[in-house]
């Protein structure tokens, strides 16, 4: 079964903090990708990355960035947080070019920033 | 482009009741559509999903969709409602748009169940 694992449940930062949001799939998925949940708002795709080393940019990529080094991890950069940035964050994997494979998500990081 | 509508932010209904979660979507090409739940302080997990083999998809937790070309809807059903129905619900299609698999995400329904 595949596995998607957010390295942290729950996170407080200050604003202006440089924070990481770590996220590990243990299926050779090449498709990884973050998105952010809020309330009324759904899902909404931060970044995605089809590959190594390759990123896009999704619907709301201000004030984020990325890194994808090696397949199983994608990390999500929050440069200098702010407040408008607490939010659910959310993983998900899938793999290759398969339209009709669903996502497989973490369980998610819940991130205040103070 | 690809979008989704789901009526309806919050559907309440008493533990037995038929639930009825409306989804409709809007794609230029045959879409895939799915259905996932989110239950409190977890990540998404799959319901169903559609793949055109069948118009009626059958998922997990006796919840089933219906494809509905002509009006462009995925509606989720339950013929009866438990208490640990009680979630969020998102409906979500994908596309060949621009030759890559991005999914679009509704806003949501949350399910309350009252005993």
């Known amino acids: 079964d595949v596995k998607v694992t957010q390295s942290s449940r729950y996170l407080v930062k200050r604003t202006g903090e440089k924070v990481f949001l ?13 998105y952010r ?5 759904g899902l909404r795709l931060i970044y ?8 896009e940019k999704g619907d709301i990529p201000e004030g984020y960035s990325v890194s994808r080094e090696k ?14 940035q607490t939010s659910m964050y959310l993983c998900a994997s899938t793999p290759g070019s398969s339209y009709n494979s669903p996502l497989h998500f973490g369980n998610g990081t819940r991130l205040t920033v103070t | 482009a690809q979008s989704v509508t789901q009526l309806g932010s919050h559907v309440s209904v008493s533990e037995g009741a038929l639930v009825l979660l409306r989804c409709n979507y809007s794609s230029s090409v045959p879409p895939y559509l799915f259905w996932y739940v989110q239950y409190p302080n977890q990540g998404l997990q799959l319901l169903l999903k559609y793949t055109s083999a069948a118009t009626l998809v059958k998922g997990i ?23 640990s129905d009680a979630a969020e619900y998102f ?8 030759g890559s698999y991005i999914p679009t995400f509704g806003r949501g329904t949350s399910l309350i169940v009252h005993p």
């Open chain 1, 71 to 84: 397949k199983e991890r994608f990390s999500l950069i929050l440069e200098s947080a702010s407040t408008n």
């Open chain 1, 48 to 55: 995605f990355s089809y590959d190594v080393k390759m990123k």
């Open chain 2, 61 to 83: 937790n006796g919840f089933e969709a219906e494809f509905k070309k002509s009006e462009t809807s995925f509606h989720l059903t339950k013929p009866s409602a438990h208490m």
């Open chain 2, 91 to 98: 409906c979500a299609v994908s596309d060949r748009t621009g």
């Open chain 1, 22 to 34: 770590e996220c590990v799939q243990d299926m050779d998925h090449e498709n990884m990708f973050w």
């Open chain 1, 37 to 41: 949940q809020d309330p009324g708002l």
